[in-house]
Nanobody, 119 residues
Framework: QVQLVESGGGLVQAGGSLRLSCAAS????????MSWYRQAPGKERELVAS???????AYADFVKGRFTISRDNTKNTVLLQMNSLKPEDTAVYYC?????????????WGQGTQVTVSS
């Protein structure tokens, strides 16, 4: 089992910045990759950024150049630095951990943190 707790959301003006944090606990040694997703009202949940155990990163086109995902293995934490925020970035942001174990994939989700960007 893996438990994920997000924090760092809040209300900011357009052009501002926020840093989200996802703290992992439990069977963290089995985590293969971690990702950030977001879901806005009336929209489906979408992938924002991901980072593998080897440190490879990937970003959605709509955040590339503005957001940075990183991981602190010592603290079992993944971060999402969000700069140049836009009103369309408003959403609940979720952290996901992926575990690959004995031929099966397990996904674990945090409860989310609200990000609101005003125009």
């Amino acid at each position: 089992q893996v438990q994920l707790v997000e924090s760092g959301g809040g209300l900011v003006q357009a052009g501002g910045s926020l840093r989200l944090s996802c703290a992992a606990s439990g069977s963290i040694s089995n985590i293969n990759a971690m990702s950030w997703y977001r879901q806005a009202p009336g929209k489906e949940r979408e992938l924002v950024a991901s980072i593998s155990n080897g440190g490879n990163t990937a970003y959605a086109d709509f955040v590339k150049g503005r957001f940075t995902i990183s991981r602190d293995n010592t603290k079992n934490t993944v971060l999402l630095q969000m700069n140049s925020l836009k009103p369309e970035d408003t959403a609940v942001y979720y952290c996901k951990a992926v575990i690959l174990w004995i031929g099966r994939r397990y996904d674990y989700w945090g409860q989310g943190t609200q990000v609101t960007v005003s125009s």
